[in-house]
């Protein structure tokens, strides 16, 4: 069975979840539309991420996919944690609120409880993918039982091979040009691999479907992975300027702005690309501190950029993009998706 026949779609694009970003209307247009939409609810709790699925059910009939974060949960190291936090009180302080006392895991993992399982197994949605690790091994057999497909981002090929004998059904090779989080297991490690290598690598060495993600922006370079054994391609930053995502006006601004892009861990904790500003002309200096686990060190950074806002200093937001982001089109959703697949036609 194809890959299109698998997910009862038409087109071989995938929007990328993305929390944060990710609606239920952005969600519904690209699945009304043949792709296949997706919800990013690695950063919800259980009822709103309730809410969000079934919010798209009533917008569309078409399958989409949900997304949930799967790290393993760190302990937090408490000195890393007070240097890391000290660092940053003057800049607080410039900006007239005190620097938090301690950092909270503000994101729950899939895997910490049964809690998302169950809201998947009670809305089904086609699809559920996961990035940063493997479900328990109940968990992927509970979504096996219930006919959902399962995904994983890999960004090697040791995360593939782990994907495919956890049996999971659908690698997405995520490659260094990806914005926001690196899909790393390890986070002591990190590949590195362009997305084109990453999806060869793939082909050759490991028998599920593979969707390339990573620095895709127009149909040429879906196109291109597609020819290099993708079954699909999935687009993150391409769709963030849509009107019905959440990005707001200063994420808008900066990504219009032929922008570049790096990769950092010092706003979450794990590494992550996207647009340049302070956290990596400032922070990511070559003597940075030790960065406190994932994702209590996001704790941090949200509340930093608020209150830097409030003082009209636009750069401590987390402006994930890809390295191709200067790419990047004024489309609605559906103008977009028929864009790609005009310029995906074999020529
Ligand atoms: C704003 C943004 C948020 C993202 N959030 C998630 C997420 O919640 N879960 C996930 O699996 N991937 C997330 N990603 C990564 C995407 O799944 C995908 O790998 C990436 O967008 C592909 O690269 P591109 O942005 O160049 O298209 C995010 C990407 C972006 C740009």
Redesign the pocket.
């Given at each position: 069975m194809s890959l299109l026949e698998k997910f009862g779609i038409k087109h071989p694009i995938f929007l990328?979840?993305?929390?944060?970003?990710s609606t239920p209307q952005l969600a519904a247009e690209v699945s009304n539309q043949g792709g296949l939409g997706s919800l990013?609810l690695?950063a919800s709790a259980v009822e709103a991420a309730r809410t969000e699925i079934l919010n798209t059910q009533q917008l569309t009939d078409h399958p989409f996919q949900v997304?949930f974060?799967c790290h393993e949960t760190d302990t937090l190291d408490d000195t890393i944690a007070q240097a890391w936090i000290a660092q940053f009180k003057d800049k607080f302080a410039e900006f007239g609120v005190a620097a938090p006392q301690s950092l909270t895991k503000i994101y729950p993992s899939f895997k910490d409880n049964d809690d998302f399982l169950n809201l998947v197994l009670e809305t089904r949605p086609k699809a559920v993918?996961f990035?940063f690790g493997i479900p328990h091994p109940h968990q992927i057999q509970a979504l096996k039982d219930a006919g959902i497909i399962t995904m994983i981002?890999a960004t090697n090929l040791a995360e593939a091979k782990a994907i495919e004998a956890a049996g999971i059904d659908v690698v997405?090779a995520?490659g260094i040009?990806?914005?926001?989080?690196r899909?790393i297991f390890n986070t002591q490690f990190d590949a590195a691999v362009k997305t084109s290598n990453l999806v060869k690598l793939l082909k050759q060495h490991v028998q599920l479907p593979i969707v390339a993600?990573?620095?895709?922006?127009d149909g040429q370079q879906a196109r291109r992975m597609l020819n290099f054994g993708a079954e699909a391609v999935?687009?993150?930053?391409?769709f963030?300027q849509c009107k019905t995502s959440n990005a707001n006006p200063a994420y808008r601004k900066a990504l219009l702005s032929k922008p570049l892009t790096q990769v950092t861990a010092s706003i979450s904790g794990r590494p992550a690309r996207g647009i340049i500003n302070h956290w990596h002309t400032n922070i990511d200096t070559p003597d940075r501190l030790q960065v406190p686990a994932y994702p209590y060190t996001y704790d941090l950074a949200k509340q930093l950029n608020a209150a830097a806002l409030k003082h009209g200093d636009e750069g401590y937001g987390a402006f994930?993009?890809?390295?191709?982001v200067a790419k990047i089109r004024e489309l609605e959703a559906p103008d977009l998706i028929n864009q790609l697949v005009l310029e995906m036609m074999p020529r």
């Open positions: 990328a979840p993305m929390a944060g970003v990013g690695g997304n974060f993918s990035h981002s997405i995520q040009e990806a914005g926001g989080h899909g993600a990573g620095g895709i922006m999935q687009l993150g930053t391409a963030v994930w993009a890809g390295s191709n």
